[in-house]
């Protein structure tokens, strides 16, 4: 990312008078605006309104591909198990490319886990059926209902 208040010195001394910042606001990062946050004021008065702030975690995880799951599947990711080509064939695939991550979520949205891809999605169908398709990365659980 570009820093700022880096870049504002830098101008300075560019222009022979030197420069610096006397404030900045982030206004967003990545999917969450500023508008969405609730200030720490807040918090400490009204530490009960926390949970009405909480985002779902997939917000965060927008970005990545989002593929859905069924539950036994998603239920066996949490317990170590590691997506085949077979497995990605059943499934509903998004496009992705190798090495890139996605997020493995069950049919109503819950994030599991974050994978990262072994293969290119258009070399599924070419690739042998025992081969690793995804890599899990980190587990995220199963949501309490499931």
Known sequence: GTYVRVLAQDIGEAL?????????????????KLADAIAMETLVKEPQSARAHLLPLA???????L????????????????LSVADLRSLDLPEFA???????ALDDGHVVAIARAQLARADVSLARRD???????RVLGLAASA
Request: aromatic share 6%; net charge positive.
């Open 67 to 82: 593929v859905a799951l069924p539950s036994d599947t998603a239920h066996r990711i949490t317990l170590g198990y590691q």
């Open 59 to 65: 917000r965060a995880l927008d970005a990545l591909p």
């Open 98 to 104: 190798l090495d890139q991550a996605l997020a493995l």
């Open 131 to 137: 081969r690793l398709g995804f890599k899990t990365e």
């Open 16 to 32: 022979g008078c030197g420069a610096h910042l006397t404030a900045l606001c982030r206004l967003q990062a990545g999917p969450f």
